[in-house]
Each structure stands twice: as C-alpha cells, then as structure tokens.
C-alpha cells in the first residue's frame, strides 16, 4: 500500500477541511495517509525562565513519517511551508505546497488546482527541486544547547532598546572579520528573497551553491553582504557585553551570551519541493515580488494647447 503525509496549517479552517477531505480521497483509493499539524514543526522561543527551547532535529519527524512516504501535501502559507520542511527533510520526504495564506513565495500550487496536482503526483508525473538548508548550532564551551534546521536564514540580533553590537565572523579558514551592527543574517538561496532581501542582500537562484552574510544596519560604508561557498562552515561571537537574540526562519530562537558561540553550516538534509512543471525562479519573482516588470512608455512629444 502506498504511503503519503499532509501537513496542515491548523490554525486556518480552509486547512483543516481541506486537509481532512483530501485525507479521505487518497484513503478512497488505496494510500495510507498520515495528517498532522505544521505546529509540530515550530521551534518556539525561549524566555529569561527557559533560555532553552527546542527540540532536537531529527526529533522534529511526525510519528508515522518516514523514508517510505512518497510524498506530503503541505496546506498553508510559506510560514507553513518552513515549519514543514524541517519536519520533512531528515526522511528525505518531497512536499506539494498547496498555498492557502497570501503570499506563498515557497509553494507550488492553489487550491483551486490541486485535483489536478493530485492527479499528477498520484501519477509520478513531477521532478523534485532540492533546497539548500542550515544546520544552526549554539555552542557553549564544546557543549550543543540548541539546535535548528533552517531553509531561509538565521538571524543574530540586539534585544530592543539595546546599543549597536560588535561581531566576529570566522568562514571557513578564513581570517575573522569584525562587524558592527545591529545584527548578521545568514542566508540560503531560499532566503535571499526573505529578510536578507529587505535587508538589502541579492538575490540568488535557488541552484547556486553559496550562502550568504548580510550585516543588519552595519555602521559602516565597508560593511557589506558576502557571498561565499556553502561548503563553509560560519562561526559568530559577540565581541559585545549584551545578551543577543538568535532566531531561525522568523520562527523561533533563543539566547546567545557574551561567551557563546554560533555556528552555522550547510545541512546535510535538503529540503525536496514537488514541481509539477520544470521551475522557473525569474516567473516566480515576477508574480510574487514585481521583478523584471515591463516599463510604461512615456510620450516621446507632448502637443501644448
């Protein structure tokens, strides 16, 4: 019997009722369905009372899901969507994002096409794209206190109402550099159209193996983003006295003390996404974001009265 999983955005009715009507049709015809909530996928923050908060990575795979799932339907948003793939990736699972939020930068399809998207991959009628993620590790003395696999970026920050911090970033066995700002983003390809985008970083198609390191309002005309090999490996001290905050995909983070240190490298999982036609990045930052839109023509004379 073939096995496939949906991955819901349960806080949406649309998402619960879709979820659970498409549960019913793969049942109909022959699969073995496991449906959860994307909830489980949430890293959560910490708090001064719980300065840890998480859950290992590989802990974070749904009960029922496993390397002989064929695929997952995901039902949500991007935020959905990222929560998903660090439940997803240590199987290796592929997912149909089906988006049922705004944007839906990360998915795939709508739910007025999913009859026949369902049709197509019950088919195996797909190629599957892989995506570069994070492994995102704090470290105090040689000892992992948190952990997170990220598929957009990893932020180091001030806490609000705190003075501009000072980092030190080693890359690979490069020399370290020293960075004032408000904070680092260490970005994906996947996540050069996410924060690092607004923070004024490129854009990278998804295919380049690079990552890349964006200062945050650096004070500094030298200071800027750096693109590098992804077969780095990233380490960041604070070079300041303040309590810093470190979040993974806008998702969820923890704290990062003046001693600690932050160390960030490829994921050896990808994050599979289903493509029911081959992909094509520039249509997708066309539609979502406005790139490469056409210019309007201005008159070339204007008759006066």
């Keep these: 019997m073939p096995k496939a999983g949906i991955i819901y955005n349960d806080v949406k009715p649309i998402s619960c009722r879709v979820a659970a009507e498409l549960q019913d049709k793969l049942s109909s015809y022959g699969w073995d369905v496991c449906a959860v909530s994307g909830s489980g996928g949430i890293l959560g923050y910490s708090s001064p009372e719980r300065p840890m908060c998480h859950t290992p990575i590989d802990q974070l795979v749904p009960s029922g899901f496993d390397s ?15 929560s998903a793939s660090r439940q997803l990736a240590p199987c290796g699972i592929p997912m ?12 795939e399809t709508y739910l007025n096409q999913l009859p026949q998207a369902m049709e197509q991959v019950m088919n195996g009628e797909y190629e599957i794209e892989e995506r570069t993620m994070l492994e995102v590790q704090l470290m105090r003395d040689d000892i992992c206190l948190w952990e997170a696999l990220s598929l957009n970026e990893m932020v180091l920050h001030r ?38 985008l607004s923070a004024g970083g490129p854009v990278i198609t998804p295919g380049v193996s690079v990552l890349q390191l964006l200062p945050i309002c650096p004070h500094s005309l030298a200071s800027r983003s750096l693109v590098f090999a992804d077969t780095e490996e990233v380490t960041i001290y604070s ?59 201005k008159p070339t004379s204007v008759e006066l009265p």
């Excluded at 002989?68 to 990222?82: H, N, R, S």
């Excluded at 000072?166 to 924060?195: K, L, M, N, Q």
């Excluded at 300041?240 to 160390?263: E, F, Q």
């Design 68 to 82: 002989e799932m064929k695929f997952a339907v995901v039902l949500g948003g991007d935020g959905t969507v990222l």
């Design 96 to 107: 149909l994002a089906v988006n049922t939020g705004h944007m839906g930068f990360l998915t």
């Design 159 to 196: 806490e609000p109402l705190t003075c501009m911090c000072h980092f030190e970033v080693a890359i690979g066995r490069h020399a370290p550099v020293d960075i004032a700002a408000d904070g680092v983003i260490i970005a994906t390809p996947t996540g050069s159209t996410a924060y690092s």
């Design 239 to 297: 070079a300041s006295p303040n309590r810093l905050v470190m979040v993974a995909d806008g998702n969820g983070g923890c704290y990062v003390l003046p001693d600690d240190r932050v160390r960030v490298s490829r994921s050896r999982y990808n994050a599979k996404f289903i493509r029911l036609q081959p992909a094509e990045f520039f249509h997708i930052l066309r539609e979502k974001l406005g790139w490469g839109l056409p210019h309007i023509a």
